[in-house]
C-alpha cells in the first residue's frame, strides 16, 4: 500500500438509507434519483441508495441509481437472511461498481429480539455473509450496535464476517453513545486482535445523539478505519448521523493534524445541502457547521471590520471553498431571463430553457408583489417550482380567505384531484384553520397535524413566508412546504404538499398497510 493510499479516506453516504428513513424525510423517486446523481458528481465513494426489500419503490430506486452511477460504488442494505440479500443484489447488480451491506444487530440488547444464542448468531453471520459474498465481489457487514458489544464477541463475529468474504466492515455506533477515544479505542482493537483485519477496510458509522458523530467519525480514522459513514446535513434519525460535510471539510481545512484526503469536490457541498434540505423537508438550523445559513456571515461590526481588513481574522474556511459565492445581489421586476439564469446558476441550480421559462413567470409574478428578490427568496421559489412539477395528484387551484376581527373565519378553496376540480367553502378558527378544514372537506383523510412552522424569509412587510408542516397517519410521518407573500397560501400549499406525500408513502406500504425498516427483526 503506497502513503497515498494509506491517508484516503473513503466518503460513504448513506442520505438515502439512513436519511431518507427517519420520520418525515421521505423523497419521492425522482428526488431519490437527482441526489444520487449529485452525491456521485461530487465524488461520493460510496452511496448507499435504499434498502431493496422494504418495498417496491425502493427497489426499483436502488436499481434505477445503480444504473445510473457512473463512477460511485453502489451499495443497498440487507438484514441477515437469504431474501433480503437476493432482492439487494437484484437491485444494485446494475450498478458498474455494486456493493451489497448486510448487518445484524450483536449487542446483548439486539442478540435478545431475534433470540439468538451467540452461536446461532456467529453462524447466521457466517451463512448470510458467505452468501452476499457469492453474489457479490463487493461486500461490506455490519455488527449493528457494535460500540456495546462485547469486545470479544465483538472480535469473533468482525474474524467470521471477513474469512466469509466480507471486504469491508462497519462499525456503527447505533445510539450515539460513545466517546472519541473508545470510538478510536474500538478500531484499534479490532485492528490488533482480529485476524485477517489488515486485508479489509473499517468504516465507522456514527449517531449524534450526544452530539459527537464528527469527532466520533475523526477519532476512528486517526485509529485506521477508512471509511465514514455519513449523511448531507447530518440528515438522520433522532439527532441524526455524521454530517458529510463536517469531516470532509475538517479533513480539509485540519489537514496539518488529520493528513488524510477524500475525493470529495467540497465546492459542491452548498448545492446538494439544499437540496437534501428541500426534498427531505428537514431545514438546516441557521448556526449548523458548514452548511447554515450563518455559517460564513459576520454580522458584528467588529467583526466586520476585521473581516474587510484580512478575512482570515475570522474564518477558518473560505465560503467558496464549500460553493458558497458571494450572490446577494437584489434582483427586481426590471431582471431579465439572463440575469435570472446566472443568478441561479450561482445558487447551483443549472436550468433548461423550457424549466427557465416557467421559472421566469414565477419570478415575474413574484417580483410584482415584492420590491427586491434576494437570495432566498429565489431559493424558495426554486423549491416551489419543483414541488408543482411533482406529479402531485392534489393541487391547489384557488383560494380566497375572509379574515378579521368578526369569527369564523372562511376560505373558498378550489382543489384539483387527479385533474378534476373540486370546490368547498370552510370555515375555522382563523383564516389557516378554514383553509386547512377545507382541503379536510374536498379530500377526508385522518393524518394529525403534528407540526406547524411558519419563517419569514427575508426580512420587510412583502417578504415571503415558508410554511412547514409535518402530518402523521399509522405511524407515517411526512412533511410538506411551500413559500409564498400570502402567509395562508403558502400554509394551504404546504398542507397539500404533506397530504401528496402522504399518498406516497401509502403506495410504498405493502397489502398489509406496513413498510418494512431495517430495525425489523429477521
Ligand atoms: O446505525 C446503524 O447501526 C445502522 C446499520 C444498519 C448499519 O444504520
Ligand atoms: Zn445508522
Not at 461490506?140 to 462485547?150: G, I, K, L, Y
Not at 471553498?321 to 439572463?338: C, F, Y
Amino acid at each position: 500500500m503506497t502513503k497515498s493510499d494509506q491517508d484516503r479516506v473513503m466518503i460513504f453516504d448513506t442520505t438515502l438509507r439512513d436519511g431518507e428513513q427517519s420520520p418525515g424525510a421521505t423523497m419521492t423517486h425522482a428526488e431519490k434519483l437527482e441526489i444520487a446523481g449529485l452525491l456521485d458528481e461530487m465524488g461520493v465513494d460510496i452511496i448507499e441508495a435504499g434498502f431493496p426489500i422494504a418495498s417496491e419503490g425502493d427497489f426499483e430506486a436502488v436499481s434505477e441509481i445503480a444504473k445510473n452511477a457512473q463512477n460511485s460504488v453502489i451499495c443497498g442494505l440487507a438484514r441477515a437472511q437469504f431474501g433480503d440479500i437476493d432482492r439487494c443484489w437484484d437491485a444494485v447488480k446494475h450498478a458498474k461498481r455494486p456493493r451489497i451491506h448486510t448487518f445484524i444487530g450483536t449487542s446483548p440488547l439486539h442478540r435478545a429480539i431475534p433470540n439468538l444464542t451467540m452461536d446461532e448468531m456467529a453462524d447466521r453471520i457466517h451463512e448470510t455473509v458467505t452468501h452476499a459474498r457469492n453474489l457479490c465481489e463487493n461486500v461490506q457487514w455490519s455488527p449493528m450496535d457494535a460500540t456495546r458489544t462485547e469486545h470479544d464477541y465483538l472480535c469473533r463475529v468482525v474474524e467470521i464476517a471477513i474469512k466469509a468474504g466480507a471486504t469491508t466492515i462497519n462499525i456503527p455506533d447505533t445510539v450515539g453513545y460513545t466517546y472519541p477515544f473508545e470510538s478510536a479505542d474500538l478500531i484499534k482493537m479490532l485492528i490488533e486482535r482480529v485476524p485477517g483485519a489488515d486485508d479489509i477496510i473499517f468504516a465507522t458509522h456514527c449517531h449524534n445523539d450526544l452530539g459527537m458523530a464528527t469527532a466520533n467519525s475523526l477519532a476512528a480514522v486517526e485509529a485506521g478505519a477508512r471509511q465514514i459513514e455519513c449523511t448531507i446535513n447530518g440528515l438522520g434519525e433522532r439527532a441524526g448521523n455524521t454530517a458529510l460535510e463536517e469531516v470532509v471539510m475538517a479533513m480539509k481545512t485540519r489537514n496539518d493534524i488529520l493528513p488524510y484526503q477524500t475525493g470529495i469536490d467540497t465546492t459542491k457541498i452548498i448545492n446538494i445541502s439544499r437540496r437534501v434540505a428541500a426534498v427531505s423537508g428537514f431545514a438546516v438550523q441557521f448556526n449548523k457547521a458548514i452548511v447554515g445559513k450563518n455559517a460564513f456571515a459576520h454580522e458584528s461590526g467588529i467583526h466586520q471590520d476585521g473581516m474587510l481588513k484580512n478575512p482570515e481574522n475570522f474564518e477558518i474556511m473560505r465560503p467558496e471553498d464549500v460553493g458558497l459565492k458571494e450572490t446577494n445581489l437584489v434582483m427586481g421586476k426590471h431582471s431579465g431571463r439572463a440575469a435570472l439564469r446566472a443568478k441561479l446558476a450561482d445558487l447551483g441550480f443549472e436550468l433548461g430553457d423550457n424549466q427557465l421559462k416557467d421559472v421566469f413567470v414565477r419570478f415575474k409574478a413574484l417580483a410584482d408583489r415584492k420590491k427586491d428578490i434576494f437570495d432566498d427568496d429565489l431559493v424558495a421559489l426554486m423549491r416551489d417550482a419543483e414541488t408543482d412539477a411533482e406529479a402531485e395528484r392534489i393541487k391547489v387551484k384557488f383560494l380566497r380567505v375572509i379574515c378579521g376581527t368578526e369569527a369564523p373565519q372562511s376560505a373558498d378553496l378550489t382543489l384539483t384531484i387527479d385533474g378534476v376540480d373540486h370546490q368547498v367553502t370552510a370555515t375555522g378558527d382563523g383564516p389557516v384553520d378554514a383553509a386547512f378544514n377545507a382541503v379536510k372537506q374536498v379530500f377526508p383523510h385522518h393524518a394529525h397535524l403534528q407540526l406547524y412552522q411558519v419563517h419569514a424569509v427575508t426580512e420587510g412587510t412583502d417578504a415571503q413566508a415558508t410554511v412547514s408542516v409535518r402530518m402523521e397517519e399509522e405511524g407515517r410521518i411526512v412533511t410538506g412546504q411551500s413559500a409564498d407573500t400570502d402567509t395562508v397560501v403558502a400554509s394551504c400549499k404546504a398542507y397539500v404538499h404533506a397530504l401528496n406525500r402522504l399518498l406516497v408513502r401509502r403506495e410504498k406500504a405493502g397489502t398489509d398497510g406496513k413498510e418494512v425498516s431495517y430495525k425489523d427483526v429477521v
